[in-house]
């Protein structure tokens, strides 16, 4: 489909300015809000600095900019949803909702939200098929349910061009410290720079992984898709299953002096641990045409050669 304007909600962030540059690249003028300064000034962008819960900054930008297309990534991430429920309640649902219904009164479409397999809580099986049901026990997973629950009843109901993507582990070089899984770009540099490192996490902990720029494209792929492609209420996404033990291995394989220990913490061990092993995302591939491009090397390649 033909998008020619689009909000980025979280725009500024790690993900969100890597999707605004590829927009950006296709001629799609880009209107990034975020409550954080850009990391590099982009002369071009129209950046609008400001919290997802200010409804009446939001509804003035739907009034004076008219974007096309919401891509919303803005939210607390689940350490810090851990450490402060009530906010994350507040950010994550209650402020994606309004969120929505403001793009629904500006006739603003697709709304794609950025999802979890955090959603569907510990007691699933290794390889999970999208249709298990969602029971998250973490706060971060129950408010990314919420607003997806709250989206497809929009879809269903009034028409809302609502369209999810439940993301698995994703492996950045530039993941935050309130991310549960900053440590694999921490484990990366150690290695890099022979310093030793403890995973927060057992060897044998791990899940369901995509690297960022897998994401990045998925997104992009995802919004410009037809409407009618989109025939689920949401979509898993996956690319490979690695561990902890597996990561520590290979970095030491590349750099013999490296030296990893694991000293498990709380939330980070249990809740990696009891996510899936494999994502079956058979709805992404045959809808939409998802597919992944980054294996666990093509990963490792990737944050050695940006990490610094």
Known sequence: MTVRSVLITGGNG???????????????????????????????????????????????????ERPE???HLAGLLSGSSEADPMAAWEINATASVKLMQMAEAHN????????????YGPEVPAELPAETPQW????????????????????????????????????SPFAPPGAVTAYLGHACLAAKSGKPFAFPVKAETGMSTLYLMDVVRSLEEFTLCEKS?????AYNLHAYHFTAGMLAQ?????????KFTFDP????????????????????????????????????????????
């Open 229 to 233: 492609c989109v025939k689920q209420p």
């Open 265 to 308: 913490q709380e939330p980070a061990d249990s809740m990696i641990a009891n996510w899936p092993d494999i994502i079956q995302d058979t709805h992404a591939r045959e809808d939409w045409g998802w597919r992944h491009r980054y294996d666990f090397n093509d990963t490792i390649d990737a944050l050695l050669e940006t990490i610094n």
């Open 108 to 119: 603003v479409g697709p709304f794609v939200f950025s999802s979890t397999v955090a959603s």
């Open 250 to 258: 290979t970095l030491e394989n590349r750099f013999p002096g490296a």
């Open 14 to 64: 790690n993900l969100g300015h890597l999707l605004a540059d590829r927009f950006e690249n296709m001629g799609i003028r880009v209107i990034s809000y975020d409550i954080v300064e850009p990391q590099r000034p982009v002369p071009s962008r129209n950046i609008i600095l400001g919290d997802i819960r200010d409804t009446d900054k939001l509804r003035t930008i739907f009034e004076n």
């Open 136 to 171: 998250p026990q973490n706060v971060y997973g129950a408010t990314k349910i919420a607003t997806e629950r709250m989206g497809n009843w929009m879809k269903t109901k009034r028409g809302f061009d609502f369209r999810c993507l439940r993301f698995p582990m994703v492996i």
């Open 69 to 71: 297309a919401v891509v």
